[in-house]
């Protein structure tokens, strides 16, 4: 078969995907399905038990997850110290999926408020070290009008 002949990708995905690393993905999978309404769409079960690679639905993007598999490499963000990336999901009711997180074991990290660029926004941290930012857009801002709002915010001033 040649590339013309087959698809750039796979049915129901998208042209970027997160692919989370985690220790302990089949808590994390448990975790998503409870906080985010996650699907499991898929399961490939690796070496000990570990989970090689998982694909779940959240709203309609898949994440795609793995173990940690250290020996490759591959290492979760409490491994590392940290995350440089966080998840973002707009949802009609960011309030609910916000507390529902919390209520499921995340880290409320910025409290869910009015955003000046125009999105009633909070951030939370999972059980495993991923954030997550979520999002309803409540009105379209100017790139101006966030200029000037941002001024009057302490660390960026």
């Not at 002949?5 to 692919?19: F, L």
């Not at 490499?73 to 309030?95: C, F, K, Q, W």
């Not at 609910?96 to 409320?108: E, L, M, Q, R, S």
């Amino acid at each position: 078969m040649t590339a013309s002949e087959n698809k750039a990708m796979p049915e129901h995905t998208q042209t970027v995907t997160a692919h989370l690393v985690i220790a302990d993905a089949a808590k994390a999978i448990d975790f998503y399905k409870r906080a985010f309404g996650a699907e499991q769409m898929f399961l490939l079960d690796g070496p000990g038990g570990k989970v090689m690679h998982a694909c779940l639905r959240i709203g309609n993007s898949n994440v795609f997850l793995a173990d940690e598999f250290p020996d490759w490499g591959s290492v979760g963000p409490l491994a590392r110290g940290g995350t440089t990336v966080s998840m973002h999901i707009y949802a009609e009711n960011p309030d609910a999926i916000f507390d529902k997180a919390v209520a499921a074991g995340a880290k409320p990290v910025m409290p869910m408020g009015d955003a000046f660029w125009g999105d009633r926004y909070g951030q939370v941290e999972d059980p495993f070290g991923h954030r997550w930012a979520i999002a309803f857009h409540q009105r379209d801002v100017s790139v101006e009008e966030m200029r000037e709002a941002m001024k009057n915010m302490p660390e960026c001033a």
